[in-house]
């Protein structure tokens, strides 16, 4: 399984690993508009690979279509990211990056949350250069809108990030799902 987890300031990441059937390897790089994704899978081995997109569509391989290049089978759409399964070879993608939706306003949502209880007692969530980044005991991420769903965001690691709001419609608390821990904060 390759999945990449860009933002966090990083332009681009790489790793390989020697295994039995030869070198397992992956590469991304940002770009202003897209993500290119380098990956090396050996012989006789397939591998479920997540790549930073929106929709199918938006992804090539070789500067083909997905759906006319042979040896990919797309999987599934979630979370920012398109699914595929590959088998051995050497790939090279492409994806449009996901960029902020321009229809909601971030000025809503940042702030200090403070959370009752348990390892974690605020919850930070800050407006950096137009973009959303959720912070928790340093931790930080950069928060991706669910298309279709008011106040609820994603970041690439996988997290869920749901706000809700008071009767008067302000934003009032978040709530942060990450790796199987749920955190809940009051704004502060």
Known sequence: RIRPHTGGGF???????????????????????RILLDIEIPANTTSTVYIPAAVADDVTEGGKALSQVSGIQVTGAADGYVTVQLGSGVWHFAARRIMPDESIDYTEYPGKYKVEGGMVDVIEISLQQGKLILAVTGNTGELYPVTGEKDRFTDASGSVVTFHRDAAGEVETVKVDVLGMTYEGLKM
């Open 11 to 33: 332009t681009q990441a790489g790793a390989s690993l020697v295994t039995y059937y030869g070198i397992l390897s992956s590469k991304w790089n940002v770009e202003k508009d």
